[in-house]
């Protein structure tokens, strides 16, 4: 079974590893690289890590595997009739073809856009580290936790960060949490300006709705935009992302999708974490396990220093555990955890939850 994998990130490369032996599997990668971690990013650019450090796997290590991996290739079609993909490169034919295109960033539709940048790719990396060694500060736009991860390395690094956000809470969490959070960046020296709206950029700095912020770098950090090109160029459904059911089908036969590109009830997971998770479900689906996918949406960050778990549902009144972790029911049943500074205590309460067992 020929089994095309479009994408070489977390969701890409994890569905390689497990499958590679059993299915005869090609990776289809528009990067000239092989896969690397954007959670590490932030560490990369803050110094704290060199570049090779970002890369888990070799290309022997692909080659060891039996994985051919085709990078520098752009999809462009998927030929549902013949049943091949159309690259740049030529065509590759497949028996099961999976989308794991990811996201890119949201750009900044605000005049003078063209003076900010984004973080999503290793070359976008080398670009702010570059130019964070010219200026030696940095003003973040965003509240999420790419804007957070960081502000708190560079501040962490003795850069000058300012952290520049329309909303008044971080992460879309309660004013409580959201300020603990914004304390511990606070500590290590991350300057926030709260519900502050980002109007215009020049090339010294940003118009907002409270006034002119100087600082030569800018990066917007606020959200990304699901790759689904390749799929609506083919004829497959699409919403936000690309449209999948609990078995990651697409409205393609033979076609699947995964992470960041994949929306599944309205939903789009957006992690790591979750790319990998829905990985590891598609490879059993894929080797004959009657299977479907449950989203449980959880995410483990570290900011500066400080570790932040958001565990399931974190909307709504919550109610303190103990002094790491606040709780969040319905009814009778806990739903959602936010764990602080304690990762051992947020995999435990990832796993209760998860397995709807009582909170106590
Ligand atoms: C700076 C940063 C920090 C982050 N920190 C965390 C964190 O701490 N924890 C966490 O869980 N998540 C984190 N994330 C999010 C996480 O990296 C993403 O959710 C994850 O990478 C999604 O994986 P994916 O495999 O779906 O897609 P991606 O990683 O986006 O990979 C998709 C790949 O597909 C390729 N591609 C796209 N279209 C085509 C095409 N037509 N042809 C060929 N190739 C194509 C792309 O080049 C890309 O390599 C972070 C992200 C960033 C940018």
């Given at each position: 079974?020929?089994?095309?994998?479009?994408?070489?990130?977390?969701?890409?490369?994890?569905?390689?590893?497990?499958?590679?032996?059993?299915?005869?599997?090609?990776?289809?990668?528009?990067?000239?690289?092989?896969?690397?971690?954007?959670?590490?990013?932030?560490?990369?650019?803050?110094?704290?890590?060199?570049?090779?450090?970002?890369?888990?796997?070799?290309?022997?290590?692909?080659?060891?595997?039996?994985?051919?991996?085709?990078?520098?290739?752009?999809?462009?079609?998927?030929d549902?009739?013949?049943?091949?993909?159309?690259?740049?490169?030529?065509e590759?034919?497949?028996?099961?073809?999976?989308?794991?295109?990811?996201?890119?960033?949201?750009?900044?539709?605000?005049?003078?856009?063209?003076?900010?940048?984004?973080?999503?790719?290793?070359?976008?990396?080398?670009?702010?580290?570059?130019?964070?060694?010219?200026?030696g500060?940095?003003?973040?736009?965003?509240?999420?936790f790419?804007?957070?991860?960081?502000?708190?390395?560079?501040?962490?690094?003795?850069?000058?960060?300012r952290?520049?956000?329309?909303?008044?809470?971080?992460?879309?969490?309660?004013?409580?949490?959201?300020g603990?959070?914004?304390?511990k960046?606070?500590?290590?020296?991350?300057?926030?300006?709260?519900e502050?709206g980002?109007?215009g950029?020049?090339?010294d700095?940003?118009?907002?709705d409270?006034?002119?912020?100087?600082?030569?770098?800018?990066?917007?950090?606020?959200?990304?935009?699901?790759?689904?090109?390749?799929?609506?160029?083919?004829?497959?459904?699409?919403?936000?992302?690309?449209?999948?059911?609990?078995?990651?089908?697409?409205?393609?036969?033979?076609?699947?999708?995964?992470?960041?590109?994949?929306?599944?009830?309205?939903?789009?997971?957006?992690?790591a974490?979750?790319a990998?998770?829905?990985a590891?479900?598609?490879?059993?689906i894929?080797?004959?396990?009657?299977?479907?996918?449950?989203?449980?949406?959880?995410?483990?960050?570290?900011?500066?220093d400080?570790?932040?778990?958001?565990?399931?549902?974190?909307?709504?009144?919550?109610?303190?555990?103990?002094?790491?972790?606040?709780?969040?029911?319905?009814?009778?049943?806990?739903?959602?955890?936010?764990?602080?500074?304690?990762?051992?205590?947020?995999?435990?309460?990832?796993?209760?939850?998860?397995?709807?067992?009582?909170?106590?």
């Amino acid at each position: 079974m020929r089994l095309v994998i479009v994408g070489n990130g977390p969701g890409g490369v994890e569905l390689a590893r497990l499958l590679a032996g059993e299915f005869d599997v090609t990776v289809v990668e528009k990067e000239n690289i092989p896969h690397y971690s954007k959670p590490m990013l932030s560490h990369y650019i803050a110094g704290f890590i060199p570049e090779e450090k970002l890369f888990p796997y070799s290309m022997n290590w692909y080659e060891k595997k039996g994985i051919n991996l085709l990078l520098g290739t752009e999809a462009k079609l998927i030929d549902r009739s013949r049943k091949v993909l159309v690259t740049d490169k030529g065509e590759v034919p497949y028996d099961i073809l999976v989308m794991a295109t990811g996201a890119r960033a949201r750009e900044p539709v605000i005049p003078g856009g063209e003076h900010i940048l984004t973080l999503r790719t290793l070359k976008d990396a080398r670009l702010i580290r570059g130019r964070l060694e010219e200026e030696g500060e940095i003003t973040i736009l965003g509240g999420g936790f790419i804007a957070l991860e960081l502000a708190g390395n560079l501040s962490k690094a003795g850069y000058t960060v300012r952290l520049v956000h329309r909303r008044k809470t971080l992460l879309g969490l309660d004013g409580e949490l959201s300020g603990i959070i914004k304390e511990k960046l606070e500590d290590v020296g991350v300057e926030f300006h709260l519900e502050t709206g980002a109007l215009g950029a020049d090339e010294d700095g940003l118009k907002t709705d409270k006034g002119y912020i100087k600082g030569r770098l800018k990066v917007c950090a606020f959200g990304v935009v699901p790759n689904k090109e390749l799929a609506l160029r083919s004829g497959i459904h699409t919403g936000r992302g690309i449209l999948v059911d609990d078995h990651f089908r697409t409205s393609a036969r033979n076609v699947y999708a995964i992470g960041d590109c994949a929306e599944l009830n309205g939903t789009i997971e957006g992690t790591a974490k979750g790319a990998v998770e829905q990985a590891k479900v598609l490879a059993r689906i894929l080797k004959g396990t009657d299977e479907s996918y449950k989203p449980f949406r959880s995410a483990f960050f570290k900011f500066a220093d400080f570790s932040v778990a958001l565990i399931g549902r974190t909307k709504g009144k919550g109610e303190w555990l103990d002094e790491s972790a606040k709780v969040f029911r319905e009814g009778d049943k806990t739903v959602g955890a936010v764990v602080m500074g304690n990762i051992k205590k947020a995999f435990r309460l990832e796993k209760v939850i998860k397995g709807g067992l009582p909170v106590d």
